[in-house]
């Protein structure tokens, strides 16, 4: 099993930047990590990914401000957020993945294990 934790939320203001992270521990081998996000009133919608081989991927919104990285020495997946807006504000999940079958990134039905998620507040 995988416990995957995140930290690094917070509150910050239109503009700014975090820098979320996402541990893991446990007996594992994991394919792929993911962050995804839930807004109030709408759906989980998956955000950026990353995959063994390196390759990573971005839902449109955040390309460009959002970067997706890894530490492998640490067990560690960071999100790094810049240029933050409203819509960014969301609980936001770290999840793995554990096979590369029929992985789709941005399906969130492929991952296995979900950290608790961390709170990201974007103030005009």
């Known amino acids: 099993q995988v416990h995957l934790v995140e930290s690094g939320g917070g509150l910050v203001q239109s503009g700014g930047s975090l820098r979320p992270s996402c541990a893991a521990s446990?007996?594992?081998?994991?394919?792929?990590a993911a962050w995804f996000r839930h807004a109030p009133g709408r759906e989980r919608v998956f955000v950026v990914g990353?995959?063994?081989?390196?390759?990573?991927y971005y839902t449109d919104s955040v390309k460009g401000r959002f970067t997706i990285s890894r530490d492998n020495s640490k067990n560690t997946v960071y999100l790094q957020m810049s240029s933050l807006n409203a819509e960014d504000t969301a609980d936001y999940y770290c999840?793995?993945?554990?096979?590369?079958?029929?992985?789709?990134?941005?399906?969130?039905?492929?991952?296995?294990?979900w950290g608790q998620g961390t709170q990201v507040t974007v103030s005009s």
């Open positions: 990353i995959i063994v081989t390196g390759t990573t």
């Open positions: 999840a793995a993945a554990f096979s590369s079958s029929d992985y789709v990134a941005e399906f969130g039905g492929k991952y296995n294990s």
């Open positions: 446990g007996f594992y081998s994991i394919y792929a």
